[in-house]
């Protein structure tokens, strides 16, 4: 297992270099000149030619890669906002927990209200139950996330006046934006749940579990259930990838100071730094996830782990 565990690290890294590459890249193309967006448009073209030379934007590419690389890889530096001047690596520090807890609280509210939702829609085939989560499925993929947002401003805080609009402070500002940016991803899991709960509860050993007396209790939560979530870690962990993106509409919705809406101020100002160090940030946070989720697949899921102990077997005898 320790070998399995290295090896998908090892795979992880080109990964993450591709990324970052591919994001410096798109950032050298993009329109815009960062001398201008620093000295403004009143500059003269003499003050922002040596504005670029000071920033090194007039050395080639593959230098400007390097460093931009070697910044990163060994002091841990994303540069500074083109706006502010601020350490673009300290603003990260400050607004990433912010949007960690936002995408993590959503996917856990995911998956508390998604999994029970489909093993009941399973369970209860072509039931009111069954209907009724099928139809909340289809909504949750039909309408936009931002629109779900406003529907939840004006009811809860415009109408009622129970929740704030915007802001940061206590639990009661979480409460809409977390609500906002799980809903597709119950509607997800509980879609994915009853497929996978369908497709266990018709197989043969379920059949003869239920022919050998089981409790219908036992069939369902021990035996069926286990091994219905095994697909489920794999869409949950897609899923977090989604809220991540989320994070970036509903951050703006309701002013949230995360990374999201960081990195849509930072693309309406074209501010480069900024946008390559969150996307990148938010790139790596999800390869990471992505990783977890395969090595518990790997740890619980008996078909992988026979398939990493097998191999290493087979390696042992060669």
């Not at 460093?67 to 990163?72: I, K, Q, T, V």
């Not at 502010?84 to 927990?97: L, Y």
């Amino acid at each position: 297992m320790g070998k399995y565990i290295l090896k998908r690290i090892l795979l992880m890294i080109p990964v993450i270099i591709g990324v970052i590459i591919l994001v410096f890249t798109l950032m050298q193309i993009a329109p815009g000149d960062p001398a201008e967006v620093i000295l403004g448009m009143t500059a003269t073209d003499a003050q922002k030619e040596a504005m670029r030379q000071s920033l090194g934007l007039n050395d080639p590419y593959i230098v400007q890669l390097g460093r931009y690389m070697s910044d990163l890889f060994f002091h841990f530096d994303f540069g500074s906002s083109y706006i502010t001047g601020v350490s673009v690596t300290v603003e990260m520090m400050e607004r990433f927990p912010k949007t960690l807890i936002f995408a993590v609280s959503s996917m856990v509210l995911s998956l508390v209200i998604g999994i029970p939702l489909g093993v009941t829609a399973a369970v209860h085939q072509n039931s009111v139950a069954d209907y009724g989560t099928m139809g909340l499925a289809l909504v949750g993929t039909s309408l936009p996330g931002f629109w779900f947002a406003l529907v939840l401003i004006l009811f809860f805080s415009g109408k009622l006046g129970w929740l704030p609009a915007y802001g940061i402070g206590g639990i009661e500002y979480w409460i809409m934006p977390i609500i906002s940016t799980a809903f597709a991803g119950i509607t997800t899991m509980a879609r994915q749940m009853r497929s996978g709960m369908l497709e266990v509860i018709h197989s043969d050993y379920i059949t003869m579990a239920k022919a050998k007396g089981v409790k219908k209790r036992s069939v369902i939560y021990k035996h069926a259930l286990p091994n219905a979530l095994i697909p489920v870690i794999t869409v949950a962990s897609m899923s977090f990838g989604t809220s991540l993106g989320g994070t970036l509409i509903a951050e703006t919705i309701f002013s949230i100071p995360g990374v999201g809406v960081y990195i849509v101020n930072a693309v309406n100002n074209r501010d480069y730094p900024v946008v390559q160090g969150g996307v990148i940030i938010l790139a790596v946070t999800f390869s990471i996830i992505m990783l977890l989720c395969d090595l518990l697949i790997a740890a619980i899921d008996p078909r992988v782990k026979a398939q990493i102990t097998g191999g290493r077997k087979r390696g042992k005898k060669k």
